[in-house]
């Protein structure tokens, strides 16, 4: 595993239904990627998710290293990104590309 | 006293086993166990720390995007009914569809973890659960999804696999073993349950009481892929339990807990050497045989009882001749799907759920009812999951192949497929698996697209893909085989060839660096324009032609080289 640097977002998942959550402004537990506050003080970053590491709201918080395009920020690993993004697998006969499950 | 063979005439079959009231309160105890266990959690009561291995005992996994539910399929078979509450649970609790699996199980990628104890409450009311479906115990044994209605049929390996079900649910001392625990029984001459590649593979010979077992320890896939070697040869029946309570308690007690890598019984055994290995278990069996004092044979008397039976009556071929003569499609589907049955007016019928571009082993909840109608229909309400995560019709008339084929073309389940490159197995993969390096799936996916115009020409070739070195996707033992890696942060594919399953299980032999996804679909590409060059006759398939010129002509191609020959 590549060391960590920054900037980096904080992550984990909604311990009542495994959602994947992102930490946003606020420290406020957001459900999509584009949301969240990016960090680029690693020390900062790391104090906060060992702030908002709640056992009984979020299970498996942690660091993702992001990088910084015209776009925003984005993951900077193939695996955060799929996590972001959802599965990527084809779409159902009859859903639509934009409703990937899977399947 | 349960003794005989579970070969039965050809005109009977058993189909499903019958929970007794003891099945139904011991499931009913479990689930009110973990719905207290969950409330437990989600008031702060229980850590995660505590509160994970309770969750994985019941089958529910955390994963990338969600919580993963993984549910039993007892040796792959289940009922209609069974199928028709799976895709309940599929629509209620989560997104729709269903994952079969290389373990004969399904798996629902989004249940929420507050409804995980009502889902469990839905599968007891259909006699199903997900216990030790995770976690270093015994998980769900696997067998022949052919068992039963397969021409080379020894004996039907079911009731014995239930036997070994219901010795290992919940045996006191076989619940943390120093990491999980596969075992596999075939009952047929040819090898379909890939006994070889399990910590324990069964196969039922005729011996003493009519069959007895060759029993095949040490072998399994993953990191470290070993074939399992035939230790002991002819067990009786009556001797089975105690061999497996002796085998599974040494491995209990010398595996090592240090290094789960370095944890399964097929290490053990490559340390210990196959003598001392064997003394060992000699010696725990003369040392514990009041343990095994009969009593075990009462129970396999009481569990072969506890299978439905069911008479296949005579039916006349009638539209089935007609059609086959008159329609190529119906034919062509006939060929791919229909495998011969012991009663020669029936046949097993392979619903393949690998529709070109589909994830592997997916299948919608209105599918699930289509397949659970259709086995009411005309397939004695019984289904199996295969571990090449099809399904199967066991007992169909071929009278009735007709409907059956008219039936599964208005559902998408009618692809024509089994034994050809896009039937391939993928795991879930890095869209699901959180120990997966990369994604198989999407690869599954595009090979199955990309060369679904020249399958038939390609002939019989089997791609497993696994999105890390676990090899849930069984990539060693594929024609071509492909393993997903993260090689300095980007997926990459390493590809072997030659691997096969069956009783002189091979191992795919490593053919070099890895591809990146883009440079894989060229590298097939070159792999299979040298295979069609180098055939000897269209009848030859691609791992004969391996097996006749070995892999290195095949693996210049992969990577480019011209070829001399």
Avoid at chain 1, 19 to 38: D, I, S
Avoid at chain 2, 42 to 54: D, I, Q, R
Avoid at chain 2, 428 to 441: E, F, H, K, V
Wanted: hydrophobic share 40%; charged share 20%; proline share 5%.
């Amino acid at each position: 595993m590549a060391k960590l640097v920054a900037p980096v977002v904080i992550t984990a998942n909604c311990l009542a239904t495994g959602a994947v959550l992102y930490l946003g402004p606020e420290r406020r537990w957001l459900g999509n990627f584009a949301g969240a506050q990016v960090y680029e003080d690693l020390s900062a970053a790391t104090a906060t998710a060992a702030d908002v590491d709640d056992p009984a709201t979020v299970i498996g918080v942690e660091l993702v290293a992001v990088k910084i395009s015209g776009s925003g920020a984005e993951p900077r690993h193939y695996r955060e990104a799929i996590r972001a993004c959802g599965p990527g697998a084809y779409a159902l006969p009859g859903e639509t590309g934009d409703n990937r499950v899977s399947v | 006293m349960g003794l005989a063979p579970t070969r039965f005439p050809v005109k009977l079959v058993i189909t499903v086993y019958r929970y007794n009231d003891f099945d139904r309160q011991f499931l009913r105890e479990r689930v009110a166990q973990y719905r207290d266990q969950v409330k437990r959690r989600l008031s702060g009561a229980l850590t995660e720390e505590e509160f994970k291995p309770l969750r994985l005992m019941n089958g529910v996994y955390l994963q990338l995007h969600a919580y993963m539910m993984r549910v039993a399929i007892p040796y792959g078979t289940l009922s209609a009914h069974q199928m028709r509450g799976l895709a309940d649970i599929a629509e209620r609790w989560d997104r729709g569809y269903g994952h079969f699996t290389t373990r004969q199980n399904i798996q629902f990628n989004w249940p929420k973890l507050v409804d995980t104890p009502d889902i469990l409450a839905a599968l007891a009311d259909l006699d199903m659960h997900a216990i030790q479906t995770s976690g270093n115990t015994i998980r769900n044994v696997t067998t022949d999804h052919l068992a039963g209605a397969a021409l080379d049929e020894i004996a039907d390996p079911r009731p014995y696999a239930e036997w070994i079900r219901q010795w290992s649910t919940d045996h006191p001392e076989f619940q943390f073993l120093p990491r999980k625990f596969k075992i596999a029984i075939s009952g047929g001459v040819t090898d379909r349950a890939v006994v070889r590649a399990h910590d324990i593979g069964l196969r039922l010979v005729p011996g003493m009481d009519g069959v007895a077992f060759d029993v095949y320890v040490g072998g399994g896939l993953g990191r470290t892929p070993v074939v399992g070697t035939r230790l002991f040869e002819q067990v009786p029946v009556s001797e089975l339990l105690a061999y497996l309570e002796a085998i599974v308690a040494v491995y209990n007690l010398h595996g090592r807990r240090d290094n789960k890598y370095k944890a399964r019984i097929k290490i053990l055994l490559h340390t210990m050497g196959l003598d001392n290995f064997k003394k060992e278990i000699k010696s725990y069996i003369e040392q514990n045989s009041d343990a095994f004092n009969g009593l075990e044979l009462a129970d396999l008397a009481r569990i072969q009882a506890g299978f439905e039976m069911q008479a296949l009556p005579p039916r006349e071929g009638g539209a089935y001749w007609e059609r086959i003569n008159a329609e190529p499609s119906f034919r062509e589907w006939v060929e791919r799907v229909v495998t011969p049955h012991r009663k020669e007016d029936y046949a097993s019928v392979t619903i393949s759920l690998k529709a070109h571009g589909q994830a592997p082993g997916d299948a919608t909840a209105a599918q699930m009812r289509a397949m659970a109608d259709l086995a009411d229909a005309v397939g004695f309400s019984e289904l199996r999951v295969s571990h090449q995560q099809n399904i199967v019709l066991p007992h169909v008339a071929l009278a009735d192949l007709p409907e059956v084929f008219e039936r599964l073309c208005r559902h998408g389940l009618a692809t024509a497929n089994i034994g050809l490159i896009s039937d391939l197995i993928a795991c879930p993969g890095m869209d699901y698996c959180a120990l997966a390096t990369a994604r198989s799936i999407p690869i599954g996916q595009r090979i199955a697209t990309r060369y679904e115009p020249m399958e038939q020409l390609l002939g019989p070739l089997s791609i497993k893909i696994s999105g890390c070195i676990n090899a849930c996707g069984h990539h060693h033992i594929g024609d071509i085989g492909i393993l997903g890696l993260d090689k300095a942060g980007m997926e990459h594919y390493q590809v072997t060839l030659g691997g096969r399953p069956g009783l002189d299980t091979a191992l795919g032999e490593k053919m070099g660096p890895g591809f990146s996804e883009a440079e894989l679909m060229g590298a097939l590409d070159r792999l299979f324009d040298r295979y069609l060059t180098l055939r000897e006759a269209s009848s030859e398939a691609f791992a004969e032609t391996v097996l006749r010129l070995g892999t290195e002509p095949f693996k210049a191609a992969l990577y480019g080289v011209e070829h001399a020959a």
